[in-house]
């Protein structure tokens, strides 16, 4: 299993409107708020490097997405 943490910089006050987007994808496991350079942090969980690239491709693919940081947990 592969595990990743995606930190989302969203478009002013669109932060509740990418959560519920990000919801609805099966390898997003959590979804937190946070204060800072970024607005969320979601945990991703997915079965393979390759699937995790999709992942996150689809992650940045989304609107009012500014950008994104992935963080790749080594085990």
């Given at each position: ?10 478009d ?22 946070i ?34 940081l ?6």
């Amino acid at each position: 299993m592969t595990l990743a943490f995606v930190l989302i910089d969203t478009d002013p006050g669109e932060d509740t409107g990418v959560q519920k987007v990000l919801e609805e994808i099966p390898e997003v496991t959590e979804i937190n708020g946070i204060h800072g350079m970024y607005d969320l942090i979601v945990r991703v969980e997915a079965g393979t490097m390759e699937k995790l690239d999709t992942i996150s491709g689809k992650i940045r693919g989304l609107s009012h997405i500014r950008s994104t940081l992935t963080l790749i947990v080594v085990e």
